[in-house]
């Protein structure tokens, strides 16, 4: 986050002393990026964080990736992956995944249980709820979040998400930081006036409750020989014994209804969409908009060929008018490669003409290395989708 925050007891001065009524001193611990050369918060804890009674494997499931060879577009089914009332799955050891490649891994969760206690330490998290409502407990205090929520949590930080019924998650997991695009933003970090949302439309944590407990374990997901690997910690201590914290990096909530989006005469490209970027990839996200309105305007996107990129589109919501006729629904992703043109359906392009409104709701993610499949793509892959620009098939 570019801007500064203050919750729970601080000390005047950092790394000084700070003491509990008792006159007993709490641990300072620093949360930092980039080793002490960026963004990072101090937070104030009741007892040692670094405490640890035992440890053993967290076994992650199938994480493997296979090459999207031959090379065709997909279309994957999301909703195909849990059964209708399937019960007892949790939104951190549940999530199946997707696709992916060195730099993000995309995968999706149906979650009615609460979670363990998690950290990724291999980089930031961006959790877009697609329906349902939770509860996220985090280091920094909790955060309610519900339909069409992007949740951001930083790397290493300590969270658990509790369900209120059930939730559906769609997890894009970096191998980097996440933030706003670098040209929303001034050069002190604050959002500027022609991006197309602000500092308003973020939700932060609720500030610390300090929370007291022994042999509690959290669940860790970091890098290992062969990729991702799992370890669970049992902590001597309750991570969320924090009694207050400050700084700039910390956990938010920005709600997809809030991102203003930017139109024009003619159709405007998928960077004007773009909500925030990582390493080597980025986010973005088409709302419901007013569409372009030059008299001879072509409302649907052209044909284009993105040749330094793969793109992801999860559609959660409205009417995708470029993709009718392919079965694309709620819930579906689709993966448009590079190496191959895409754009609208057959038939899409003469349907748009004359439209002044578009109702659809998708999050895109643009990748600058290939994705590979994850055993939910090629558990819910149709297999036709290639074939859907062909006019008379």
Known sequence: MPYYHRAGEVPPKRHTQHRDPD???????????????????????????????????????????????????????THKLFADGESGIDAVTGRRLLLGNEDVRLAYVVADTVSPYYRNAIGDECLYVEDG??????????????????????????????????????????????GPARRYLSRHGQLLEHAPYCERDF??????????????????????????????????????????WDGCLYPYVFNIRDFEPLTGRVHQPPPVHQVFEGHNFVICNFVPRKVDYHPLAVPVPYYHSNVDSDEVMFYCGGDYEARKGSGIGQGSISLHPGG?????????????????????????????????????????????YVYSWEQNR
Do not use: C
């Open 203 to 244: 939700r932060l944590p609720d500030g610390p409750s300090p929370v007291e407990g022994e042999d509690v374990e959290v669940y860790i997901k970091h890098r290992g020989a062969g990729g991702v690997v799992g370890t669970v910690h049992t902590l001597a201590n309750h991570p969320f014994d924090v009694v207050g």
């Open 23 to 77: 006159g007993n001193l709490y641990y300072e611990e620093l949360m930092g990026e980039e080793g002490f050369s960026s963004d990072s918060s101090l937070l104030y804890h009741r007892h040692i964080p670094s405490a640890v009674r035992g440890f053993r494997v967290w076994d992650l499931g199938d994480q493997s990736l296979v090459p999207n060879h031959p090379l065709v577009p997909r279309h994957l089914s």
């Open 340 to 384: 191959h043109p895409h754009g609208p359906q057959p038939g899409a392009m003469e349907r748009s003409i004359g439209a002044e409104f578009f109702d659809e709701l998708a999050v895109m993610v643009d990748t600058f290395r290939p994705l590979q499949l994850g055993e939910a793509a090629r558990a819910t892959d149709d297999g036709t």
């Open 133 to 178: 409502r939770a509860h996220v407990e985090t280091v920094f205090g909790d955060l309610e979040v519900g339909d069409g929520d992007y949740v951001i949590v930083p790397r290493a930080t300590t969270y658990r998400i509790v369900p209120d019924g059930s939730v559906r998650i769609y997890a894009i997991e970096a191998n980097s930081h996440l």
